[in-house]
């Protein structure tokens, strides 16, 4: 058995030998430096890639949270002009029922403001419940409104 691996390792190292001839030392010492080289450019990008990542997700916090007040205050504008836009209205209505014979400017189509699905649902609520409290108050306006809104239409 001893034989036989000596007879093996005599041929790996012929082998290894014969490899080590194919190949120029010098270009693999070339190789070796130039892979050290790349491995530490890697290195340092990653570093400045690290440090980047951290300074944005810094920046992304600080900026979600002002763009969330900004847009939560838009939102509230937006409700706050809707139910400026209906009461206005409601008493242009009740000024044409009461007072026929001025001359009011037709009323003009509810502004529509551009939202998106979740903002149109919430603003859906907000009219439903504005809408039952207008209903209450327009009462006791005469039965002359639907009249003059129909004229006004013809």
Same mark, same amino acid.
């Given at each position: 058995?001893?034989?036989?691996?000596?007879?093996?390792?005599?041929?790996?190292? #012929?082998?290894?030998?014969?490899?080590?001839? %194919?190949?120029? @030392?010098?270009?693999?010492?070339? !190789?070796?430096? =130039?892979?050290? *080289?790349?491995?530490?450019?890697?290195?340092?990008?990653?570093?400045?890639?690290?440090?980047?990542?951290?300074?944005?997700?810094?920046?992304?916090?600080?900026?979600?949270?002002?763009?969330?007040?900004?847009?939560?205050?838009?939102?509230?504008?937006?409700?706050?002009?809707?139910?400026?836009?209906? #009461?206005?209205?409601?008493?242009?209505?009740? %000024?044409?029922? @009461?007072?026929?014979?001025?001359? !009011?400017?037709? =009323?003009?189509? *509810?502004?529509?403001?551009?939202?998106?699905?979740?903002?149109?649902?919430?603003?859906?609520?907000?009219?439903?419940?504005?809408?039952?409290?207008?209903?209450?108050?327009?009462?006791?306006?005469?039965?002359?409104?639907?009249?003059?809104?129909?004229?006004?239409?013809?």
């Amino acid at each position: 058995g001893s034989f036989r691996t000596m007879q093996k390792s005599g041929v790996a190292e #012929k082998f290894t030998h014969e490899i080590e001839t %194919l190949v120029d @030392r010098q270009a693999i010492e070339t !190789l070796l430096t =130039l892979q050290s *080289e790349i491995y530490s450019k890697i290195q340092q990008s990653n570093r400045t890639l690290a440090d980047f990542n951290q300074q944005s997700t810094q920046s992304y916090k600080a900026i979600s949270k002002d763009f969330e007040r900004q847009s939560r205050m838009l939102r509230e504008m937006k409700k706050d002009l809707e139910l400026i836009f209906r #009461k206005i209205r409601n008493l242009r209505s009740r %000024l044409a029922a @009461r007072f026929p014979e001025a001359d !009011l400017p037709p =009323l003009t189509p *509810e502004p529509n403001f551009a939202t998106s699905s979740a903002g149109s649902e919430k603003s859906e609520e907000s009219t439903n419940t504005t809408s039952t409290q207008t209903e209450t108050t327009e009462s006791d306006v005469p039965s002359t409104t639907t009249e003059l809104t129909n004229d006004e239409t013809a």
